[in-house]
T-cell receptor
Framework: DAGVTQSPTHLIKTRGQQVTLRCSPI?????VSWYQQVLGQGPQFIFQ???????GRGNFPDRFSARQFPNYSSELNVNALLLGDSALYLC??????????????FGPGTRLTVL | QKEVEQNSGPLSVPEGAIASLNCTYS??????FFWYRQYSGKSPELIMS????GDKEDGRFTAQLNKASQYVSLLIRDSQPSDSATYLC?????????????FGRGTSLIVHP
């Protein structure tokens, strides 16, 4: 079975632009979570979606938004990019809403560079 | 604001030695604790979870939890060069049933031959 996939792998944008990152969960997984990992830091939770509804939101500005589609894939959108948005964006899928990390699988991430 | 603190390292140990990685957390209501390994340029992978005070062993790895001291550690016995990675501590509190962990910044471990 295919694992969690994310696209694109790498992305370069300039300040003020908008970006959309995509995630396809493992087949049968209904929960998708997004994390931001700045270089030298641990991942920071951004959003969780389960059954197409937002079920958790981290401490990020409104420039960050996400959605989940009927096939459970998800998009993360970031508007008005800042230099500080440069990071590895990780998507993780799980079959459960409340499952722990032993049921959560990370994708390879999208490396976003903002110039 | 939940905080999880880790020494960023690097922690350098010789091959075959015991590597000791430490983590403290601020939220007393935290229920579950996890250690992830992250190789450079890769995504994190779960290696240990611990939920109650004491030690939990899995192969060469031992996780230790002391809720009174708000302290969790990871011991790696017989360290190998392939263990060289960043080790992330993560803590999950009660969040309406969702798994929303707070991660530390990670400790870089270097195992030299």
């Amino acid at each position: 079975d295919a694992g969690v996939t994310q696209s694109p792998t790498h992305l370069i944008k300039t300040r003020g632009q908008q970006v959309t990152l995509r995630c396809s969960p493992i087949s049968g997984h209904k929960s998708v979570s997004w994390y931001q990992q700045v270089l030298g830091q641990g991942p920071q939770f951004i959003f969780q979606y389960y059954e197409k509804e937002e079920r958790g939101r981290g401490n990020f500005p409104d420039r960050f938004s996400a959605r989940q589609f009927p096939n459970y894939s998800s998009e993360l959108n970031v508007n008005a990019l800042l230099l500080g948005d440069s990071a590895l964006y990780l998507c993780a899928s799980s079959p459960l809403l409340a499952g722990g990390p032993d049921t959560q699988y990370f994708g390879p991430g999208t490396r976003l560079t903002v110039l | 604001q939940k905080e999880v603190e880790q020494n960023s390292g690097p922690l350098s140990v010789p091959e075959g030695a015991i590597a000791s990685l430490n983590c403290t957390y601020s939220d007393r209501v935290s229920q579950s604790f996890f250690w992830y390994r992250q190789y450079s340029g890769k995504s994190p992978e779960l290696i240990m979870s611990i939920y109650s005070n004491g030690d939990k062993e899995d192969g060469r790895f031992t996780a230790q939890l002391n809720k009174a001291s708000q302290y969790v550690s990871l011991l790696i016995r017989d360290s190998q060069p392939s263990d060289s990675a960043t080790y992330l501590c993560a803590v999950n509190g009660a969040s309406g049933g969702s798994y929303i962990p707070t991660f530390g910044r990670g400790t870089s471990l270097i195992v030299h031959p």
